[in-house]
């Protein structure tokens, strides 16, 4: 890439030694039209990225560190994983997608719309029950039980139409055998993100939401309690590349670096489990 860069200067040079003759601005705008066309995409190159909205506080930590060492620009959209599926079946321009579930991503491999090959479950992620910080309700002490409390009146959770944290959270409470019993509370948000918010707004008492978010910067205050025993499996996040995608190789470079070491950290301070294998289910 070195020598194609220097005769790229040296060509560029000459047209603009050219561009000083009477036909200079036709020349130069060749010129500018050229070096631009030509420059080693590396040089100017961003990688687009749609992102499962429970990502929302570990990417931004991973992207950093990322573009620090590689010099490729990442530009991040979150929201729910299935609206994104929607989205890039009707063209939208991402070159990777970072799901949190396996299935939206092997639709999209199905569809035609995906690498087979690049198909990656990067990282597994865990419920959390979240209340505000001065709420009375003793969520350490009842755990999960404490949704039953006639004080909590409204609970969030994401859509499970198109959040696959949504669908965990109700397969969740399934689990712990109240959903029965606490249903007729359920709000929903548009995603992960929302669903926070509705409590932290007020709009809602609680919330099961993704264990990430629980631990972020913007909730760790509050109090949480962790659905991480025998009873609830952990949830599958997989990405896949796009076919429409003219970054690949920087996609699976980025791939690469999320199962790294120095990822593997960033990963944990949020609550993930990166390993070369599903994690064992967690045992309080």
Do not use: C
């Amino acid at each position: 890439m070195a020598d194609e860069f220097l005769n790229l200067l040296s060509r560029a040079r000459r047209l603009r030694r050219a561009a000083l003759t009477p036909n200079n601005f036709r020349i130069g705008a060749l010129f500018i039209a050229l070096f631009s066309s030509s420059v080693p995409s590396a040089l100017s190159q961003t990688l687009r990225i749609a992102a499962a909205s429970d990502l929302q506080f570990v990417l931004p930590d991973l992207a950093a560190q990322y573009e620090k060492q590689s010099g490729v620009k990442l530009a991040i959209t979150y929201g729910s994983s299935g609206s994104f599926v929607a989205q890039i079946q009707n063209g939208a321009p991402f070159d990777l997608f970072l799901s949190a579930d396996t299935g939206y991503p092997r639709k999209l491999v199905e569809a035609g719309h995906a690498d087979t090959d690049s198909f990656d479950v990067y990282a597994w992620g865990f419920l959390a029950i979240w209340i505000p910080p001065d709420s009375e309700i003793d969520l350490k002490g009842q755990g999960y039980r404490a949704l039953l409390d006639p004080r909590i009146r409204k609970i969030a959770i994401a859509n499970p139409e198109h959040a696959p944290y949504g669908r965990a959270a109700v397969a969740a409470l399934h689990d712990a055998g109240i959903y029965d019993q606490i249903k007729s509370k359920l709000v929903f948000g548009e995603n992960v993100l929302q669903s926070a918010q509705f409590v932290q707004s007020g709009n809602a008492d609680a919330a099961v939401i993704p264990r990430s978010l629980a631990l972020s910067p913007r909730m760790r205050s509050g109090k949480r309690y962790e659905l991480t025993d025998m009873r609830f499996t952990p949830v599958e996040q997989a990405a896949v590349i796009m076919k429409s995608s003219s970054n690949r190789e920087a996609a699976r470079s980025f791939l690469g670096f999320l199962r790294s070491a120095s990822a593997s950290e960033i990963w944990t301070k949020y609550g993930y489990v990166v390993t070369p294998k599903p994690p064992e289910r967690l045992v309080r």
